[in-house]
């Protein structure tokens, strides 16, 4: 089944402790971006890859890192978490830069930081 | 500066009625426009995407009109059923590839 799968789906940690989300596809998609979406705020991109190697900064991307070493995972990382990064994440990939095709989604991982 | 906007307020629509979703946008000019579906805690589904140059596309029981010069898509839902409801996304894909959802609008329908 073709799929953006999404580790872990919750997450609570403390602050500034490091962790990482992890994100995989199986379309082959070039395109692979993160975002997180807050109540009032709607779906923010932090950061996206266009290619292997090739990432960049989206909307909100302080407090965030990223990698693209092989084309079907595309972790986040946060190396030192706040309460502020308390959200709901989304991975998606496309076979584009999210122009002419949809974006495939992940299921979501809610994060807590206290 | 730049919006897209969905209307905030929930829509309640009874079965079988035509749902009728509306997305403003300013400032932009989209080459792009797509809808997506997103149930309580999941991730978006893509539904359907409109070029700057279509008037409308449809896809079974769902249409999407797009009219660059009112700078509006409208999304329709015919014959809906109550497993149509579920808060819609628009999202605009401007000419430099960049995506940008609006915060999306719920959709009630009433058995």
């Known amino acids: 089944e073709a799929q953006v799968t999404q580790n872990p789906r919750y997450l609570i940690t403390v602050t500034g402790k490091k962790l990482t989300v992890t994100c995989s596809q199986n379309m082959n998609h070039e395109y692979m971006s993160w975002y997180r979406q807050d109540p009032g705020l709607g779906l923010r991109q932090i950061y996206y890859?266009?290619?292997?190697?090739v990432t960049d900064k989206g909307d909100v991307p302080e407090g965030y890192k990223v990698s693209r070493k092989e084309k079907r995972n595309f972790p986040l990382i946060l190396e030192s978490p706040s309460p502020n990064q308390t959200s709901l994440y989304f991975c998606?990939?496309?076979w584009g830069g999210g122009s002419a095709y949809g974006y495939t989604f992940g299921s979501g991982t809610r994060l807590t930081v206290v | 500066s730049q919006k897209i906007e969905q209307n905030s307020e929930a829509l309640n629509i009874q079965e079988g009625k035509t749902a009728t979703l509306t997305c403003n946008y300013t400032?932009?000019?989209?080459?792009?426009l797509q809808w997506y579906r997103q149930d309580p805690g999941r991730g978006p589904v893509f539904l359907l995407l409109?070029?700057?140059?279509?008037k409308e596309k449809r896809k079974e029981r769902l249409k999407v009109t797009f009219d660059t010069t009112l700078k509006q898509s409208l999304f329709h839902i015919t014959a809906s059923q109550p497993a149509d409801s579920a808060t819609y996304l628009c999202?605009?894909?401007?000419?430099?590839?960049?995506?940008?959802f609006g915060k999306g609008t719920r959709l009630h329908i009433l058995p």
């Open positions: 999202a605009l894909v401007k000419r430099d590839d960049k995506i940008i």
């Open positions: 998606a990939s496309s």
């Open positions: 890859s266009m290619n292997v190697e």
């Open positions: 409109i070029r700057e140059n279509e």
């Open positions: 400032n932009y000019s989209p080459a792009y």
